[in-house]
């Protein structure tokens, strides 16, 4: 059950990693296109925060995946440990203002905030 859940979970991380990049590339096709635009400065503040949503969830089935192989190195794991994602996500998820910041802190990880604050700034004075 555990290489089952591991396999599955590796497949969505993956997933995450492909629609974050495709949300940052949406951006710099939409900022090449509609540059002069003067709305699109929020667009790209809106991808921007929708990538950090993308890469939260990412983190959160990554600290899954990680328990997993914990899990599958230990020779005692019990078959109820696998197939608990959701009961530990849930268990662990901020609410509120914490999970605002848990988002904020997403948002301003390198390698999701390249490119926009560059192109939040190049739409707002064009």
Known sequence: ML??????LQANYEQYE??????KLLAVLLCALAFGMPW?????LVLWLQEAIFKTFQARLGERLLRVEALLRDAAA????????????LGS????????GEYARSALRPTVALPYPVLAVLSALS
Request: net charge positive; proline share 5%; charged share 15%.
């Open 40 to 44: 699109l400065w929020v667009l790209m």
């Open 93 to 100: 998820r901020p609410r509120g203002k914490a999970l605002l």
């Open 3 to 8: 290489q089952a859940e591991w396999l599955a």
């Open 78 to 89: 019990q078959p109820a440990q696998a197939m608990q994602l959701h009961s530990e996500w």
């Open 18 to 23: 492909r629609a974050a990049l495709g949300v």
